[in-house]
């Protein structure tokens, strides 16, 4: 089929389809291609929450009193999803299979597939640093359908462009005050330091250290604090391969249109910082690659018959083929972190899905135990086109 003449030996499409009763799902090989059906269990939902709520409910995760508690639930719900979602479709798979792509269904949508684990976890030991996770051993990237995904796969690379513009806004002390009144739902986590999230009310600092440092990396342009404006932006975001957005983001579920990214406000402010999903759709950008190192920029609204409405979705259809997002509050440092390892492994003319894949096992590996949840590291996947960027 057409579909398959875009798949190598090393990838397939997974395929799902979430009914009252059935869960389906078609796994789409190079040279095969097959349909499953399981039961939809009546804990389904349950368990689905459980999973969300162990990997994104930051008062839970940090909470030192109910530790046991916390990974139980973390490595129940990821091991029981992991059984119903993907235990039968990867015992067919050849060996040489090392990349997935998938095209999730309802729900599945704020499900990152590869935080479920394929084997129980050890409740006496508690160590998230060395749980078998499915991103151990595959690359995984997603797609809104099947058909979006090979468009985005016919996009071919403008060579004329520049490699890189980051944008890493700086929110002077007044314009947070202002916006904590207009937003103190975001401001709730405070309290717990060592994990200020790009949804928390707070100046960013490791986000413009890490576009500095990835400017620098790739010869690219770095547009930090001041120079980090609405304005600039779509002055500019037309000239640059990838795109880098390292800032606050603002998730309006109701009306996903107005979900937006908050750039350095001006003085006259006026809310001429804020870019709206909306906006998106009036631009025509030439970006191969959109890296949204903001909060929530692939969680959103789900809409039956065209998935999530994101401002992940809003990139998509301003022109560009790949998509870096995130399905939760993410930290600050440790986001900056992953994205200077990301882009390393890119440059190095590693494939998007497997640079990210590589740059997440080695925070894992470096960091100590008590920043190895899932919160920390897990929460950006990659849709879209996967192919490596031709930096020439």
Known sequence: TKVQSYLKDTNVLLSYFIGEHNIYYIITQKNDCQFYKIKKEKKWHQVF?????????????????????????????????YQWLLAKPLSTLPAKVNQLCIIPDSELNHLPFELLIQAPGNSEKQSYKHLDYICNQYAISYAYSVSLWMEQNQVSSQKSLLSYGGFAPKYPNQFLLEM??????????????????????VDLPAARSSVSKIGDLLGGKAFLAET???????????????????????????????????FTPSKESNYNHLLNAADLYNVQLNAELAVLSACNTGYGAIKIGEGVMSLSRAFIYAGCPSIIMSLWSVPDSQTGK???????????????????????????KNTPERTAHPLYWAGFVASGKMSAIDWD
């Open 228 to 262: 980090a404006n609405k304005e600039t932006f779509l002055q500019n975001a037309k000239q640059f391969k990838v795109l880098h957005l390292a800032m606050h983001g603002i998730v309006d579920d109701e009306f996903p249109m107005y979900s937006q990214l908050v």
């Open 49 to 81: 929450n459980n999973f969300r709520k162990s990997i994104t409910d930051i008062e839970t995760i940090l909470d030192k009193k109910n530790k046991q508690a916390s990974y139980d639930l973390y490595t129940q719900s990821a091991y029981q999803l």
């Open 338 to 364: 992953l994205m200077v390892a990301f882009f390393k492994y890119l440059k190095e003319g590693k494939s998007k899905d497997v640079a990210l894949q590589q740059a997440k096992l080695d925070y894992l």
């Open 180 to 201: 904590e009144a207009l937003e103190q739902e975001l401001s709730q986590h405070k309290l717990y330091k060592e994990c200020v999230t790009r949804g928390d009310l």
